[in-house]
């Protein structure tokens, strides 16, 4: 349980703020800035906006036309378009990066330069050569830099996390990740296992406990123009623990607007399956629709759901109460991205 301000509401602690009834204080609030005004960026403005355990002091874009658009939701917040302005004036500690991904390594360096604390928006980089240029300016235990993974944080992900873990006897995960066919056109050249599949990997990277696997496969399904519209991966382990992927760009316009998402885990004597997208409500009218495909709520009644407790837990970090988990350190980043290569590279399609 998180314990918001003031803080003398709990005296009783272990000298790292937090008390022993197993609370977690964080003392003041975390000072951050968000880079990027895109559908996430947009988003974190508004989550650390209305979060006890944040003061949002500034954000960044390319082009004032995106400030000016912000400035309609969150009027006092300034915006800058010039980053190293930003890091100057703004008063930020932390910093939220949630750019286009071919600046994410830029952008990153010159924060961890100037010894700003990062929760970078996954992947690190479009190459992992590019991904490991980061790796002087990260700490051994990666407080530095977090990735961003609201999955780790989806409610439905964390019961699956817990089951796996009392369970144990993990024998072969199956994980579903499609998006509207549209997107071959609006975002030629897109990869689904990059952009899509990513997501599952580092969900099977947390469930398997950053397990190496020793097998990797993959095929691609292109449309007659060369563009990759479905991807297939299978992961294998030593034990025998296989993984399953498919991510692809085929669901019609009458379907969720963010397609759905799928995961089934197969244990010893057990299974389990989510469906966290979209979320389980719907609504009719001429037509369906599915009003929360993501478990993100900004509302002024107070934010909810993973990309709040993404950055709830982003504010722990930054405070030295709690390390980063499983799942969003630089050396989780790095593994991921390494088995984009080589399932990129071992592709039979």
């Known amino acids: 349980m ?14 790292r703020g937090r008390p022993s009834d197993g609370t977690t204080i964080v003392s003041q609030p975390v000072r951050i800035g968000v880079i990027g005004l895109g559908r996430f960026g947009r988003l974190h403005s508004l989550t650390l906006a209305g979060l006890a355990e944040a003061e949002l002091v ?27 302005q930003a890091i100057a004036e703004s008063g930020a500690e932390a910093w939220v990066v949630a750019c286009s991904t071919a600046d994410h390594v830029s952008v990153a360096t010159k924060l961890l330069q ?61 994980c579903v990740r499609h998006r509207p066919a549209s997107i071959v056109q609006d975002f030629a050249g897109e990869n689904p296992l990059i952009a ?15 397990a190496e696997p020793e097998r990797f496969s993959s095929q691609f399904h292109r449309v007659q123009a060369g563009a990759v519209d479905l991807a297939l991966a299978q992961l294998q382990w030593s034990d025998g623990t296989l993984a399953s992927f498919a991510a692809g ?23 389990a399956r989510i469906l966290p997208n979209p979320r389980p409500i719907e609504v009719w009218d001429d037509k369906a629709s599915w ?30 109460v709690e390390a980063v988990p ?21 592709n039979s399609g």
Not at 159 to 166: H, I, N, P, W
Not at 249 to 271: C, H, K, N, Q
């Open 2 to 15: 998180f314990v918001g301000w003031p803080p003398s509401a709990v005296t009783n602690t272990d000298g």
């Open 58 to 84: 500034g954000v960044v874009a390319r082009r004032q036309a995106s400030l000016e658009k912000l400035k309609t939701e969150l009027p006092d917040v300034p915006g800058w378009l010039n980053l190293d």
């Open 114 to 174: 100037a010894g700003k604390r990062v929760l970078l928006e996954k992947p690190i980089s479009e190459s992992l050569a590019e991904a490991e240029k980061l790796a002087p300016l990260i700490t051994a235990d990666s407080s530095n830099l977090m990735l961003g993974h609201i999955l780790l944080f989806n409610s439905e992900f964390k019961q699956l996390r817990d089951e796996a873990a009392r369970r144990g006897g993990l024998i072969f995960m199956d």
């Open 196 to 210: 899509t599949m990513v997501h599952d990997l580092y969900c099977v990277q947390a469930l398997m406990n950053r």
């Open 249 to 271: 760009y085929l669901t019609p316009i009458g379907m969720a607007p963010r397609g759905f998402d799928r995961m089934e885990v197969f244990g010893r004597d057990w299974s």
């Open 291 to 320: 009003p929360m495909p993501l478990e993100i709520r900004t509302d002024a009644g107070g934010p909810s759901g993973m990309m709040a407790e993404e950055l709830r837990c982003f504010c722990r970090v930054v405070r030295g």
């Open 326 to 346: 499983v799942g969003a350190t630089y050396a989780d980043a790095l593994q991921v991205q390494r088995w984009m290569d080589r399932l990129v590279t071992t």
